[in-house]
């Protein structure tokens, strides 16, 4: 207790307007707790000891450098923990987040000649870590795993980025990747970035028409996939879902010309697969031909390193563009701080790359430190729900990161499905994708982590590139629910709906002030719509999509989209793009999708569905609805309800009014706010009375 009170003791100011960290010495001695504000969780002082930032005070003084003194902060990290070739130019960065001076642009270490591949690779077995394991795979079925060493890594990743330059592409071409998480996936991001190419993955669970959709925007000379997966109990067969794709994309006028498929047999013999002579080829035909060494091609810290297609509140996906330097400086840096990673760790992310976390946190910011990383291809509830506890015992994971929905749904198993393993390797816990509930925090840290490992509740975003706001495992007491404090160089704000920031406990939108190194550049081939999705609502900032407050000790608490967006099971989904696949039904005329609370999920897909004159409701219309946006998007993204609608609640000049939508979808109806500037306000009461057909 003495130890409690002396590390409590050295608590100070926290940044953003925070008060003191008070009533903490109360929380000790048993105090009864007023609020979840109140709710703390004391880091154990052990842990604390050891870790990168062991102390608020330690914090303060890093986070106050780097706001002073950004490009010192940064440029010490870039110059001492990253090769690079040639050194950037005169300035560390140059931004304008202030779409009143002109045009929005950000650039970090420019002139800097680097390669993000050669550093996850090249330099790390020049600091002799090439016999050490960079990936341990973990298949789908119990006893089918493998491994690479960083070595091995290596060998495979230029081998692949051989036959690349050899078909063609070149620095800057796109390369379109969809795969499931084999260990091909992270290898094929590895090679695109050795040989400048943009790589482009697409979410193996999107549809053929998810996926033309982005074949026609990157144009992109080569797709590699592969011929089938294995998930859970069923085997998904990706390459007809690819033929189809390519085919409707090059009747639009975007030929691809080579599919390189990587025959993975446990799922699908590669007799049985379709081919298309010419344009098909197999990955194990090739690839393993090609030299073991690869020269690296050099390029600009603000040369393209991806694009990634995300949800946003209109309808088509934008495509994010991260560069090269920057991004590699700060997810490395945040991976480091914020899982508190040592060498001696064995990391697993349970996300897929086919998402921004998959980038950052399973294949860019783990290699760069020199990780060992789990990848694990199946689903974490086959053969049953005891499988990620099986892994971790397996590897002796210690870093565990994952998505709430995922807490949620374990935690609905009982325990016993967790505590039959040891467990006992585990040191930090995160957690990423949506706000997680008190409770479920509470049962990952204790159920999970035995009350031993600090949970890291990293608030980010496809577009941030790494993590902004999170826990600094041992820094600080944690507040379950909280993401805490934001992370260096982050300078989190919140403002009203005029824009005008709020100091102290307050809650409103979320924007960032001024530019980080592993903020996106731009959206590809559409910076107009950069600048006014992201920079216009609140002129001087970026503004994030999410609400947020801030508590009397100055803790982050995320509260959700206040845009269209949803976050569905972790995975961001926009609206209007699930409408837009409602109303491709030749029986819808017109649909409005709400997010509303689900158990598991954290928000489910409410549809709100206006027929054809003349059809009448059926149950074989509602599936034949929910198979459509299965078809257009993915399974992923189906409606976890159709709600019938003779009319929607719009305004006279004809807005629908999501508000009184999603009241009804939650059936809060005595909260439904004043209807009466609805052009007819009849459909209100219509809607109530087909709420449960
Ligand atoms: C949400 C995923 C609360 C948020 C990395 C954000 C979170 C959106 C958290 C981005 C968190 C992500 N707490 N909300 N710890 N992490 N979000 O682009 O609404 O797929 O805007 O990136 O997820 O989703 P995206």
Partial sequence: AANLLRHVDSMTTLPSGAGKISRLNAVILGESLASEEDDLVIPCPDFSSKAHVPSPDKYLEMYQRSIEDPAGFWSDIAATQFYW????????????????????????????????????????????????????????????????????????????????????????????????????????MLACARIGAVHSVVFAGFSSEALVQRIMDCKPKVVITCNAVRRGPKTINLKDI????????????????????????????????????????????????????????????????????????TGKPKGVLHTTGGYMVYTATTFKYAFDYKPSDIYWCTADCGWITGHSYVTYGPLLNGATVVVFEGAPNYPDSGRCWDIVDKYKVSIFYTAPTLVRSLMREGDEHVTRYSRKSLRVLGSVGEPINPSAWRWFFNVVGDSRCPISDTWWQTETGGFMITPLPGAWPQKPGSATFPFFGVQPVIVDEKGVEIEGECSGYLCVKNSWPGAFRTLYGDHERYETTYFSAFPGYYFSGDGCSRDKDGYHWLTGRVDDVINVSGHRIGTAEVESALVSHPQCSEAAVVGVEHEVKGQGIYAFVTLVEGVPYSEDLRKSLILTVRKQIGAFAAPDRIHWAPGLPKTRSGKIMRRILRKIASRQLDELGDISTLADPGVVDQLIELADC
């Fill in 85 to 188: 070739k040639q050194k950037w130019g005169k300035s560390v960065y140059s931004e304008n987040l202030d779409i009143r001076k002109g045009r929005i642009n950000i650039e970090w270490f420019k002139g800097g000649i680097t390669n993000i591949s050669y550093n996850c690779l090249d330099a790390n077995i020049a600091a002799g870590n090439g016999e050490k394991i960079a990936i341990y795979w973990e298949g789908n079925d119990l006893g089918v795993d493998a491994s690479l060493t960083y070595n091995q890594l290596l060998h495979r990743v230029c081998q692949l980025a051989n036959y690349l330059k050899d078909i063609g592409i070149r620095k800057g071409d796109a390369v379109l990747i969809y795969l499931p998480m084999l260990m091909e996936l992270p290898i094929a």
């Fill in 242 to 313: 690819v033929d189809t794709a390519l085919a409707e994309s090059s009747r639009n006028g975007s030929l691809v010309d080579v599919c390189l498929t990587y025959a993975n047999d446990s799922a699908l013999k590669k007799e049985s697969t379709k081919w298309v002579e010419g344009r098909d080829i197999w990955w194990q035909d090739v690839v393993p031909k090609y030299p073991t060494t690869c020269d690296v091609e050099w390029v600009d810290a603000e040369d393209p390193l991806f694009l990634l297609y995300t949800s946003g509140s």
